[in-house]
Each structure stands twice: as C-alpha cells, then as structure tokens.
C-alpha cells in the first residue's frame, strides 16, 4: 500500500524516536524529507543524517538529539496535510511560541524556516511546525 503522507511519516518517526529515547532512526529517503531535516540541523533540532544506501531502498539515517536527557524536539507537526494544503506569503508566516520555535516551510527558494523565509521575502507551502 502507498504511503500517503511521507513527511508526517519521516515526523512521526522522529516523535515516537525521542520519546523511546533512540540515538537515531530510518527513514525512507527522499529529496523533501532531506531538504527537511537539514533545516532541522541548521536550526540544532538534530545532531545530523546520513543517507544509507546499502539495501535496496536508500534510507534516512537521522540522529536525535537531546539535552540533559530530555528530547530537542518537544513537538513535532505537520501543517499542510495532503487532504488540506496550507500556503502562507512571507508576511504571514505563523510564529511559533513566540519565536523559539520554528515553522517549515516549502518555497521557491527551497525549504526553509520561517525566519529563512521572512529574510528572503518568499512565502509557500507550510509543512510543518517545531519547537
């Protein structure tokens, strides 16, 4: 059966990570899902990734991060749904916990933060919600 939702997959790998207290998990690859996680990485939520590609699908290898035992990622969600896309221009960016958190958002600039993005002065497609 297909997968729907890759990324709130690749997300919901991520969670369910941390909260079983794992050094890494796998993800199926995929360009998005990279370009997402290194925003994750540029912005500290996680340690890296690296693509292992010694079986027959390439795979995601994403190292969590933690700090002082606790997880870096204290939620993780996705935005725009495949059944309800959510677009946003550069000035209505949500904001997240006033700031400390950070919103994923797809444009034509590439996949960036929400702070990427307002620098940049391009809006998109809103994938996802960190903090």
Not at 41 to 53: A, K, L, M, N, V
Not at 69 to 86: F, L
Not at 117 to 128: F, K, S, T, Y
């Amino acid at each position: 059966m297909a997968m729907t939702d890759p990324l709130g997959d690749m997300l919901t790998r991520i969670r369910n990570g941390q909260q079983a207290k794992k050094d890494s998990v796998l993800s199926p690859a995929s360009k998005l899902r990279a370009h997402v996680l290194e925003v994750l990485q540029r912005e500290g939520y996680i340690r890296g990734f690296s693509e292992d590609t010694t079986g027959v699908h390439p795979q995601l290898r994403i190292e969590l991060k933690y700090f002082e035992g606790q997880p870096a990622i204290k939620h993780v969600a996705r935005v725009s749904k495949p059944g309800r896309r959510v677009y946003s221009g550069s000035k209505e960016l949500p904001v997240i916990r006033n700031g400390l958190g950070i919103t994923i958002v797809s444009t034509p600039k590439g996949v960036l933060s929400d702070a990427e993005a307002r620098a940049a002065n391009v809006g998109g497609e809103v994938l996802a919600e960190v903090f």
